[in-house]
């Protein structure tokens, strides 16, 4: 097969692969730019993989940055863009069920290609176009299929992580998992919790986020990679759910937490716990927190302004798209129109400050805060106009 149109990304990456062709050795694109292209969808990383020791491409190009040498990858920076650029390799045993204990660096394409996960991802492309197949990838790919390359339980045994990888790539392109690759993760499920936390994180979010996201949580459950994940044992009827309500992709990943943690039923509190033991950042905890609360009222029909001032622009698009999931009815333009009804958006367009405040006598400290988030949620639920005297006199009235 030959590409005769290639997307603008690898145009400008051909040059790269002339001159390390040039100077002798192999190169190629590789992985999922090239499956991508394939099948007509937009690319984003360009790799290239040479025959070329790390060491010879640092003598064919100016500027480099040894960004994985001891895996034989570098970047090439030549030509503006960074290109990853990788040595053939072969690897030896997976003792931590992830990383290959030694890699070799060898001359042979064939040798590279045959430790990669699956058959779709082992395709290889020259230059010019031309895409080398040899694991019968591309009829994997025109019949929808995701097959691991050789034997698929030596495959997951290697690398845990390709089981979530696998029902990632069911739920991204809306492939079927064909039997004896499902039958050895569903052998090897158990190996997913010998792998970092937060390596199976982004497939999972990327499952969730995918095209046919009910194909890929289908796979997990049925394959029992569920079991081996962080607080999902108790989850298992909900879970299953979620694959009958999970008919399209979540827009984000604040979107995917407050998806599981709502359908879970989660407190503030446990949302809290679940997530640090997903290793999330702070920032998405307050967040799902807020956003999870929000959509539990949009199942009751019971969210009020203040909820809804708490999402905020950001949080109430996040909070209806759950809900929605969950069988509410979509609440998209009432919440917008109501978001902009409200009479501040924001504690910063509070009209009284903590100076005005000080000036009607209330002593600075920790009471100062809490006369000012007490007008901020009477301005908000409409009790209390936002003015100044209107505001202050109310604090001079109750002291």
Known sequence: MKLNQLPHEF??????????????YEAYFVGGSVRDTILGKDIH???????????????????????????????????????????????????????????????SLSEDLKRRDFTINALAMKED???????????????????AVGDAQERFHEDALRMMRAVRFASQLDFQIVPATRDAITDHAQLLAKIAVERTQVELLKMLMGRAPQRG?????????????????????????????LTRGVSSETAAWTLLATKFGLTSTAITSFLKHWKTANQTITAVQTASRAAT????????????????????????????????????????????ALPI??????????????????????????????????????????????????????Q
């Open 129 to 147: 176009g031309e895409v080398i197949d040899l694991f019968d990838g591309l009829a994997d790919l025109e019949h929808h299929q995701i097959r």
């Open 297 to 340: 009222l949009l199942l009751a029909g019971e969210l009020n302004a203040w909820q809804l001032y708490q999402c905020g622009a950001d949080l109430a698009p996040v909070a209806n798209e759950v809900a929605v999931i969950l069988g509410a009815p979509d609440r998209h333009q009432q919440l917008q129109a109501a978001l902009a």
């Open 217 to 245: 949580l289908a796979d997990f459950m049925d394959t029992g990679l569920w079991q081996h994940c962080p607080d999902f044992a108790d989850h298992e009827a909900a879970l299953r759910e979620l694959t009958q309500q």
């Open 345 to 398: 958006h924001q504690k910063k367009e509070l009209a009284a400050t903590g100076r005005d405040l000080m000036q009607a006598g209330v002593q600075p400290g920790p009471q100062l805060g809490a006369i000012l988030g007490d007008l901020e949620y009477r301005v908000v639920t409409g009790e209390l106009p936002n003015e100044t005297a209107t505001l202050v006199a109310h604090i001079n009235a109750k």
């Open 45 to 107: 990383d360009v790799d290239i993989a040479t025959s070329a020791y790390p060491n010879e491409i640092k003598g064919l190009f100016k500027r480099t940055v040894d960004t994985g040498i001891e895996h034989g990858t570098v970047m090439i920076l030549d030509h503006g863009t960074g290109y990853e650029t990788t040595t053939f390799r072969s690897e030896s045993t997976y003792t931590d069920f992830r990383r290959p204990d030694q890699v070799t660096f060898v001359r």
């Open 11 to 24: 145009e400008l990456a051909r040059p790269v692969l002339q001159t390390i062709e040039q100077a002798g």
